[in-house]
């Protein structure tokens, strides 16, 4: 069993959804991250963003983005027509067999079903890419309900809350931890499609 990730395929760096397409960040798209990550209700749970958000703090993001290492830390720009209206990344632990998502979507963009779209697509390319990948987790805080629903759409099971698991800003912070196992995706991915009402 391999555990040097040098082993594991790397993962495209362009991934198409049904309405999205997942690209490597651009130094391009920092007045696309400015425009929502200006936004104090979309950072609401990113506590450690700086506030207020400058077009400064999207070039260094952008920066740190670039400068990631795409064998064990792959992050996307979601991006709709051209515009970024989010991020995703899936850090890989080959040791382990696991990876671990982490997405968000501007807020203009919430409720659409954009989030669950990129983030499905990811899941289905991680483990279609990487056969020896056996779990994905994913992680919110507690009280953000709209992320932990994106994880229950995308099959994960929930499997405990970590009490006072950080502080951010002085505040201990609950965090909900959901993951979803490969022999659970394939039972999804081969399941006939629900019938719509």
Not at 89 to 106: C, D, I, K, M, T
Not at 166 to 187: C, K, M, N, S, T
Request: charged share 25%.
């Amino acid at each position: 069993m391999p555990t040097d990730e040098s082993v594991w395929p790397t993962l495209p760096e362009v991934i198409d959804a049904p309405r999205l397409t997942l690209r490597p960040w651009r130094l391009d798209d920092v007045d696309d991250v400015f425009t929502y990550a200006q936004d104090g209700e979309w950072s609401r749970f990113l506590r450690l963003l700086p506030s207020p958000y400058t077009r400064s703090d999207a070039e260094v993001f952008l920066a740190r983005q670039l400068d990631l290492d795409r064998t064990t830390h792959p992050s996307w720009a979601i991006t709709l027509e051209e515009t970024a209206i989010g991020g995703l990344n899936l850090r890989l632990f080959p040791r382990h067999r696991l990876g671990e998502l982490g997405y968000s979507v501007a807020r203009a963009h919430w409720g659409q079903g954009f989030c669950t779209e990129a983030a499905g697509a990811v899941v289905d390319v991680g483990f279609r890419t990487i056969p020896e990948l056996n779990r994905i987790r994913a992680f919110a805080d507690v009280d953000n309900t709209a992320s932990q629903r994106v994880m229950q759409k995308l099959g994960m099971t929930k499997e405990g809350v970590l009490r006072h698991n950080r502080v951010e800003g002085g505040v201990f912070l609950d965090e909900a931890w959901w993951g979803i196992l490969r022999p659970e995706w394939q039972d999804a991915a081969s399941a006939p499609p629900s019938p719509t009402t």
